[in-house]
């Protein structure tokens, strides 16, 4: 509310922010932060001031009051707008100041006594609680001495009015310093959750990381591993052995090494697809489902974006299999591939007119849908969702919608 306040909040390590040092006065909870609404009142008690102060100040310029009262108001206006500015962290000099000029406008002309109100709020801010209240009754009584000088001399009325205003504002003061304080706390509490949701992603991330790599290392370790050990194993067996039983050994060796190479190549495949790496994703769908299915047509609708790698993937793994299913057991006239980029997400749309089957009990042929199973996961772990409607002689279509919001390009850059 007034120059008093300290500058700006400083910042926490990630994303919480440090609440902001309060001063020590009635008003210290109240006297800082960025809430809108509380900076709002600071600007309209600064406003009022100055209206107050020209209101005062309106009859000297008009010729019905003395005319020594406008350069001492001008001189306060001047010094509580410099103190505004300034926002000096110790404001006894300057208060003392406001104070001393307000007090001789009052003894010249008692209509400056509208001007204590918004004083009483600077002095419930600016000084400790021991202070401010003695402030506050200091600056009444002097008002009511002001008023005391007037005409018919001094009334009930003149005297709770000026009380009545000095307890409205101590009132005022302490429920903005209320609002204040629960603002804070409510800013802080998101704060948190918004640094506790960060958190828990990478978190989350992490686990997914692990698990990836613990599936690698089984793989591998059941593959590649073994395969290894038994050309290790051949190759020792064949330095020992006679001229033919070598040849055989280096035989064995030879298709050992090979079914590692495929198992090493499905590995890379898996990881990153050749379809992906020289062409971007609506390119290299359009080249499966013309590969994969001729007859099928491909449509892209939107501005494409840049997609997580693991987006990417799962979106292409999900049109081999959802069109390498059409073209084993739809027996369909037509199908339809949609890629699809939306405000804050990608939807992939696969469609086909063939014999379609009932989603709860498996295909007409009795087929297991291994591939789709595996395709909701994965869609799933990507925060996605895969929707899969059909009915016998319906055709069947499949939906997956990935998000493409601020945590999925984090992931892709």
Sequence with gaps: ????????????????????????????????????????????????????????????????????????????????????????????????????????????????????????????????????????????????????????????????????????????????????????????????????RDELAAAQREAGRLAERQRLAREIHDTLAQGLSSIVLLARAAETAGTDAARARVREIGRTASDNLAEARRFVQELTPPALEDAPLPEALRRVTARTLPTAAFRLDGEPCPLPVETEVALLRLTQEALANVARHARADHAAVTLAYLDGQVTLDVYDDGVGFAPGHGPADGRRTFGLHGMRERIAELGGTLVVESAPGEGTAIAATLPTGPGALEAAA
């Design 1 to 196: 509310m007034t120059p008093t306040s300290p500058s700006a909040p400083a910042t926490a390590t990630g994303h919480a922010r440090v609440a902001p040092r309060p001063p020590s006065g009635a008003l210290a909870a109240g006297g800082d932060g960025d809430v809108p609404s509380l900076r709002l009142v600071r600007l309209a008690l600064h406003a009022a001031f100055y209206a107050l102060l020209g209101v005062a100040l309106a009859p000297a310029l008009l010729g019905r009051a003395p005319a020594a009262v406008l350069p001492v108001g001008a001189v306060l206006a001047a010094a509580y707008g410099a103190g505004i500015v300034r926002r000096a962290g110790r404001p006894g000099a300057w208060l003392a100041a406001v104070t001393g000029l307000w007090l001789v406008l009052l003894a010249m002309d008692r209509g400056f006594s509208y001007v204590a109100f918004p004083l009483f709020f600077l002095f419930l801010h600016a000084l400790p609680v021991r202070w401010a209240h003695p402030a506050v009754a200091a600056a009444t009584a002097a008002v009511v001495a002001a008023q005391g000088g007037a005409p018919g001399g001094l009334t009930v009325a003149r005297v709770i009015g000026p009380v009545a205003g000095a307890c409205v504002a101590i009132l005022t003061a302490y429920g903005y310093a209320a609002l204040y304080r629960e603002s804070r706390k409510r800013q802080l509490l998101i704060d948190d959750l918004v640094r506790t």
